[in-house]
């Protein structure tokens, strides 16, 4: 179709923490080594959807008559967003498309310690 | 990294005497690289060929087992770098630190929660694994006291933390030896250390601040008799963690390097803040940790990393799946909807949630399909009219409700005729394909 391979990104289309996530980790990270070796169709940026998908989990939406090992409502959904867009993030994201500011603070500070390559002894 | 029948091969007598039972020593070797026979069996291999053979066999990371009064706690026996190239087989230990400098109180009050703390994650029952007891007094009888406390409180495996051998010695008499661990050992103390570890049998903690720092003291530790060690390269931000964690990984897999062949301790909780702690944990849960010590215990933020654990530790070719029977979501009455999926647990929770959490009563009828989805279990015939059929009358399902209506999943709409000729009377509806529809659907089309 003559799409330029510079415009175009993938979904894995991942599951939550605790709804699947492994399956998208997984997923990415088989793509990234596929890239990494030369595959070309695999080098594309990959965008996963952390937001939309852990604001849709029980934990993340109920408060009411949830187990109290659950702890505080608020709290937990932001874990709950944070920790899959980290572990993701930890597979190869490219790009993550987050809902609460407080994840996008979270993320975005995870994201400048990483991108400071240490030198290794 | 197992060595191969022909490298093997190289290091027997290669005279085929047959005195091991094989009739080549070739044969014999395919069989020792497949690990079906014990070297033991030829009587006529060299001293160096058996120390480098059973230098080989071992496993390229340490098993190291915490234990205390029937808890335990493993890692190691890490075979892979990536879990879909098999599976990651030892979960992390995730413990809780507390330091001898707090008042008892203090103490007793982190303690007490994290101990009684048990979170239900599809069906399976999550829990800490134990406690690290920091030193920061450096006093002998401040120290033994501390773990004291936790001692009372809890019976799980310890982690004893003082670089100092006489305050580590206090601690241990109160904690006992074998299953704990010390940490830690360093340039300094490391033979000090290392008698203690051996003379108590526990497992050792080395501390260094580089690789070759870290392999140059697993190595001097060894030669005095300690096996059981963890390492800490003493890296606490998120870009040298990774770093580190996977070139150690990579090191001991891919080059059998054996210095280095040992699980890793972190602590997420020297991050001082607790958004920070939760990230630096769970990157250690993915990428390599054996064990994590962490200083903050709430149930909002340990509950998702025991959830992120097991999801990681998964067995990629073992889905994760529920028990078979007929679920209540919240208090159905005879007259209420009757729903039907299968047990694979994602499909399962995907289903519940979505119908506990719009508050709507209804029964879910979940069929035996090998842990499989719904469109997977169907398409290897794990998910038709006839299991369904079957599973109604196994569950005593009409017992349960005053209707004859079942509501299938959207994806297998195409089993509806068969449906209806296996329960015959029945009323078979055709539910959405994605759950987070069903609210909807049964508030509008039923």
């Not at chain 1, 939406?61 to 702890?71: C, I, L, M, R, T």
């Not at chain 2, 569950?395 to 004859?404: A, C, L, T």
Request: aromatic share 8%; proline share 6%; net charge negative.
């Amino acid at each position: 179709m003559n799409m330029p391979m510079n415009r175009i990104v993938m979904d894995p289309t991942t599951g939550a923490l605790g709804y699947g996530i492994e399956y998208g980790y997984s997923a990415m990270e088989r793509l990234r080594l596929a890239a990494l070796q030369g595959d070309a169709m695999t080098q594309l940026p990959m965008l996963v959807t952390p937001g939309y998908e852990a604001w849709k989990t029980k934990e993340s939406k109920v408060g009411q008559d949830v187990p109290g090992e659950w702890g505080d409502w608020l709290a937990r959904a932001i874990n709950w967003e944070t920790l899959t867009a980290i572990t993701l993030l930890e597979s190869g994201a490219d790009i993550l498309v987050l809902r609460h500011p407080e994840s996008l603070r979270r993320v975005k500070a995870a994201i400048d310690e990483l991108m400071a390559v240490p030198e290794l002894a | 990294m197992a060595l191969s029948g022909i490298v093997i091969y190289k290091m027997l007598p290669k005279t085929n005497c047959k005195d091991c039972g094989f009739p080549t020593c070739l044969a014999f070797a395919m069989k020792l690289a497949a690990k079906q026979v014990e070297l033991s069996l030829c009587p006529h291999v060299s001293e160096e060929s058996k120390a480098s053979l059973s230098e080989s066999a071992a496993p390229p990371i340490r098993l190291v087992t915490l234990s205390a009064n029937g808890h335990e706690v493993k890692a190691g026996n890490e075979v892979v770098l990536f879990r879909h190239e098999k599976t990651f087989y030892n979960k992390p230990g995730l413990f809780v630190r507390v330091r001898d400098n707090e008042p008892a109180e203090e103490i007793i009050a982190k303690v007490a929660p994290a101990e009684a703390y048990h979170v239900n994650y599809v069906g399976i029952d999550l829990n800490l694994d134990g406690f690290a007891v920091e030193s920061v007094s450096d006093d002998p009888a401040t120290f033994a006291q501390a773990v004291e406390v936790v001692r009372e409180i809890s019976q799980r495996p310890l982690i004893l933390m003082s670089h100092n051998p006489e305050v580590m010695t206090a601690g241990l008499d109160k904690a006992g030896g074998k299953g704990t661990m010390i940490y830690g050992a360093n340039d300094e103390n490391w033979q000090e250390m290392a008698g203690l570890a051996k003379s108590k049998g526990a497992s050792l903690a080395v501390v260094s601040g580089s690789m070759e720092g870290l392999a140059d003291l697993t190595e001097k530790i060894q030669g005095q008799g300690v096996e059981d060690m963890v390492m800490d390269p003493g890296v606490r931000d998120l870009g040298a963690s990774l770093a580190y964690a996977t070139q150690i990984r990579r090191l001991a897999l891919k080059k059998n390097y054996r210095p280095l062949g040992f699980p890793l301790i972190v602590f997420p909780g020297d991050a001082g803040d607790p958004a920070r702690e939760s990230v630096l944990a769970a990157q250690a849960i993915a990428k390599y940790a054996g064990f994590i010590v962490l200083d903050h215990f709430t149930p909002e933020s340990i509950y998702p990393l025991l959830v992120l654990r097991e999801n990681i530790y998964t067995d990629p070719q073992k889905p994760i799946q529920v028990q078979p029977g007929l679920y209540e979501l919240n208090g159905p009455s005879a007259s209420d909807p009757l729903l039907v999926t299968t047990n694979f647990s994602i499909t399962y929770f995907s289903v519940a949630n979505e119908v506990e959490g719009a508050g709507l009563p209804a029964w879910l009828l979940v069929t035996d399909a090998e842990g499989m989805s719904v469109l997977t279990a169907w398409a290897a015939g794990k998910f038709d009219a006839e299991r369904i059929a079957k599973d109604v009358k196994r569950f005593e399902v009409m017992d349960k409700i005053d209707h004859r209506r079942i509501i299938i999943p959207g994806h297998v709409a195409v089993i509806s005729g068969e449906l209806e000729e296996e329960l015959p009377g029945w009323e078979i509806r055709v539910g959405p394909r994605e759950a987070v529809d069903l609210p909807a659907f049964i508030k509008q089309a039923l």
